[in-house]
């Protein structure tokens, strides 16, 4: 059964009014053309929606269940657009971010409080990684990385400058001396990613 929504509408005023006459007034057309589409509308329907009496028109079973059918459709409509005007220039969705290990744990989560205040239609999904995710194929929607992305299609935004630094304690360089040139960290002991270093600091220094 395939039924259309235009006649279904019509439909609805005309059971409302109880006639015809009032609901070709309502509707601002001519009875005939009014009574034309709820003719077409029994018969995609296979059924006759209304008992035809003198006083009006009274629905039938078939005709109560479609208007049943059609206003629960018509109500799930209306919030949907309701929902549409209210959500309209305010940002709603999902959104996931990607960004390191350390960064994500110790600094982010300090922070997404104010933003899920700010924007509570937005639901925030966090990926913690090391690697860089690939944002092409939907692993991520956005990144905060520490370096120049690989893909050269992405949109860069720049948002702070961070300095690195390679620190010892005092009593490490009280027994193994400061070193004085890049070449000399080649004879210190350095803490770093070791195995699982992602691969741009094991291909490279800008980690």
């Known amino acids: 059964m395939t039924i259309d929504w235009s006649r279904l509408k019509l439909f609805n005023v005309v059971a409302d009014a109880g006639s015809l006459t009032e609901g070709a007034r309502r509707l601002n057309m001519s009875q005939p053309a009014l009574s034309r589409q709820i003719q077409q509308l029994e018969q995609e329907a296979g059924a006759a929606l209304f008992h035809r009496h003198a006083r009006g028109l009274a629905l039938t079973h078939e005709g109560e269940q479609l ?40 600094w982010l989560m300090r922070v997404i409080a104010p933003f899920m205040e700010r924007y509570p239609d937005i639901r925030l999904r966090v990926v913690l990684s090391d690697d860089d995710l690939d944002l092409s194929t939907r692993a991520a929607d956005v990144a905060l990385r520490f370096h120049a992305p690989h893909q050269a299609d992405l949109i860069q935004r720049p948002l702070a400058t961070v300095t690195q630094q390679i620190c010892a304690s005092p009593a490490y360089l009280e027994r193994h001396g400061a070193p004085a040139t890049l070449d000399d960290l080649d004879r210190h002991r350095i803490i770093a990613y070791g195995d699982q270093a992602p691969s741009r600091c094991a291909a490279s220094t800008g980690c």
């Open 67 to 106: 208007l049943a059918a059609s206003r629960e459709m018509t109500d799930r409509v209306d919030r949907v657009e309701r929902a549409i005007q209210a959500s309209r220039g305010r940002p709603t969705g999902e959104i996931r971010l990607t960004t390191t290990v350390a960064f994500g744990s110790v």
